[in-house]
């Protein structure tokens, strides 16, 4: 079975600090896919950012990184000069390679950045 | 280019009833998946149509039922509604990422606003 865990359910941040959120998994596949995506309030999910598996270089995407450890199933989300536009609800998902599109996801963490 | 359309947004329903969601992906994508979500359980995965066939179904009763049509829209419907079916359900939708090589890449979700259901 595949499980996704975020065991912080809340954090704050000041503007302008750095924050990182955490995110466990358990497979026993080896080919998947990990992702963050963003729920603002009363918004729509999007994407914030991806990472391959089979890739040992962590992701980046601006002032979004994550920190990949795959023998240890952790799969983290560093934002870094946090902007009031951040605060949001984020989860964690992956998806097994060549399976299709069933995600699973976690249950989310909610960040707020504080002026 | 025109996002993910899900109708109704908002729909209150009794106990009993039934309901039907619509979900219009981006023009393109062939694959539309659904998931319920409700608070502190998160997402949970309802079931993906790709090419108007149902791909993948998640643990979820057979009271609930999709289809996807040859435009790739795709509806979902759950019968005899109970309480707990309360959620926000949201619609994705994706296109084939292939990477260079045939070697396939992640495939990118697309998110809708959802539809609000309380089940009164």
């Known amino acids: 079975a595949q499980t996704v865990t975020q065991s912080q359910p809340e954090m704050s941040v000041q503007e302008a600090e750095t924050v990182t959120l955490s995110c466990t998994y358990d497979t026993s596949e080896n080919n998947y896919y990990l992702f963050w995506y963003k729920q603002p309030p009363s918004r729509q999910m999007i994407l914030v950012i991806r990472q391959e598996a089979y890739k040992q270089q962590n992701a980046t995407e601006n002032r979004f990184s994550v920190n990949f450890q795959k023998a240890a199933k952790s799969f983290s989300l560093k934002i870094s000069d946090s902007q009031l536009g951040d605060t949001a609800m984020y989860f964690c998902a992956f998806v097994v390679s060549n399976t299709g599109n069933q995600f699973y996801f976690g249950t989310g963490t909610s960040l707020t950045v504080i002026p | 280019k025109a996002g993910v359309t899900q109708t109704p947004r908002y729909l209150i329903k009794t106990r009993g009833q039934q309901v039907t969601l619509s979900c219009s992906p981006i023009?393109?994508?062939?694959?539309v998946s659904w998931y319920q979500q409700t608070p502190g359980q998160g997402l949970q995965f309802l079931f993906e149509?790709?090419?108007?066939?149902?791909?993948n179904k998640g643990n979820f009763p057979g009271r609930f039922s999709g289809r996807q049509f040859s435009n790739s829209r795709s509806e979902m419907n759950v019968s005899t509604l109970e309480l707990g079916d309360s959620a926000l359900y949201l619609c994705?939708?994706?296109?084939?990422?292939?990477?260079?090589?045939?070697?396939?890449?992640?495939?990118?979700?697309?998110f809708g606003a959802g539809s609000r259901l309380t089940v009164l």
């Open positions: 023009s393109g994508h062939r694959s």
């Open positions: 149509y790709f090419s108007e066939t149902q791909r």
């Open positions: 994705a939708s994706s296109s084939i990422d292939v990477l260079a090589g045939g070697r396939p890449g992640a495939n990118v979700l697309t």
